[in-house]
């Protein structure tokens, strides 16, 4: 066993560190008030590789043998800066670019993949619709078979990215009739005719632009299927498990963010004439942040590191991961916020932005009770997780 960051990763994590600070901490506030999209900082991020670790070099990529360990390491340290900005991880490799690695063919990955995680191209994947959340498979969107390709109609919402993607990969039905064997995935180019994003306001994670997507009619060409018909279960499926890596890490960001600030402020922060810090209340939050921030990474890491040994059917380590990430987010936001009190609650600190994407974590890529679901099924012998 092996608790220690190799040489190169941990001076990935330490350039990453500093490009986060330099790059996305202080703007970040910011760029949440105003809704504004860091596409720049996103492309960046593309061009320094973070998007590549686990893409072979045929494809643009770095071709680490801890690639998705790198994966890991790099999204937290993005999303201790920021969780909207963490989420090109899920829209750049591991919600879209992997699946295509994983799935494509010779040409779709040459098409797709060097775009993609150069960030050259933005992607997204769009699962969710309106009434088929939790309940993935009660999707409707169709995607009809015709002569030259097929035709994709219906509607997805919560889509990362959506509006400013170039490419997704989307879920629909090729065949109603057929049951989870007539679910299939397609790539497809999101500036085609009758395709129309259109973004919608939430309460957090306000400079990831998330988005309605109808399609009306579009015509797909006959390469816009990723791996076989009827093959969409296992490509969905088979990419939560890699986008709930991103999650878990994003929230493991998140969390050491609130365990810095709230140190911070406690060693400068007097009342009744001492550190507020020295008040074993406080003590009790800190302690129990530094632990739960440490069971999480520990977690994510070994649900990666389970990837880079070729498991990527791992859904019960990783939902361990996306649970304990999520909830240890939300944990250490609030935990955060009692430390700064008044001063947590205004826009002064970055903390009651912390406290408002939290939440998310609990809520993307899986709920918390559909993770907690996931690992009871498989504990009770209902549901196998790993396939
Ligand atoms: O028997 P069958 O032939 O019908 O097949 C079943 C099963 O064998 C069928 O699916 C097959 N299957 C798989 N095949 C290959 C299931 N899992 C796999 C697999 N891994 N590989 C149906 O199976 P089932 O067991 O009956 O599944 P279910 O009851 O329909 O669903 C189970 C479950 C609740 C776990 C699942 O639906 C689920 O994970 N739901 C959560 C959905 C979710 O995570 N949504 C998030 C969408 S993405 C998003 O939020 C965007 C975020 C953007 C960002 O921040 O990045």
């Known amino acids: ?219 797909l060409p006959r390469d816009a299927l990723l791996g076989s018909l009827g093959d969409g279960v296992k490509i969905c499926f088979g990419s939560l498990n890699q986008t709930r890596l991103g999650c878990a890490s994003g929230g493991v960001g998140l969390a050491q963010a609130c365990l810095e600030a709230a140190v911070r402020y406690a060693n400068e922060r007097e009342q009744f004439g001492k550190k507020v810090g020295e008040y074993q209340m406080n003590q009790d939050l800190i302690g129990q942040m530094a632990v739960q921030i440490e069971a999480a990474r520990l977690l994510t890491y070994r649900a990666a590191w389970q990837k880079d040994q070729g498991e990527f059917g791992n859904t019960l380590e990783t939902s361990y991961a996306k649970y304990m990430a999520a909830e240890t987010a939300v944990f250490c936001a609030h935990a955060a916020m009692k430390i700064f009190s008044a001063y947590g609650y205004s826009t002064e600190y970055p903390v009651a932005r912390f406290y408002r994407d939290a939440v998310l974590y609990q809520i993307v890529e899986g709920t918390a009770n559909i993770q907690k679901t996931i690992i009871a099924q498989d504990a009770l012998g209902y549901r196998k997780a790993n396939r």
């Not at 596409?39 to 991020?45: A, D, H, S, T």
């Open 1 to 219: 066993m092996e608790f220690k960051l190799s040489e190169e990763l941990q001076a990935m994590r330490r350039s990453a560190r500093e490009f986060t600070e330099k790059e996305i901490v202080q703007y970040a506030d910011k760029w949440d008030e105003q809704h504004h999209f860091p596409l720049e900082v996103i492309r960046k991020m593309g061009e320094l590789g973070y998007f590549a670790t686990a893409t072979p070099e045929k494809y643009g990529g770095l071709e680490m043998a801890d690639g998705m360990l790198a994966q890991a390491v790099l999204c937290e340290e993005i999303g201790r800066g920021s969780s909207s900005v963490r989420v090109a991880f899920n829209t750049q490799f591991l919600g879209t670019a992997l699946s295509i690695l994983r799935h494509g063919t010779e040409e779709q990955k040459k098409r797709w993949v060097p775009d993609l995680i150069s960030a050259r191209k933005i992607g997204c994947f769009a699962i969710t619709e309106p009434n088929a959340g939790s309940d993935v498979l009660s999707m409707k969107t169709t995607a009809k078979p015709v002569d030259d390709g097929f035709i994709l109609n219906g509607c997805k919402i919560w889509i990362s990215y959506a509006s400013k993607a170039d490419v997704a990969i989307v879920y629909a039905y090729h065949d109603r009739s057929a049951g989870s064997k007539g679910l299939s995935a397609f790539i497809v180019d999101m500036h085609l005719p009758g395709v129309c994003a259109r973004d919608l306001d939430k309460m957090g994670t306000r400079s990831s632009p998330t988005s309605e997507i109808s399609f009306d009619n579009v015509k």
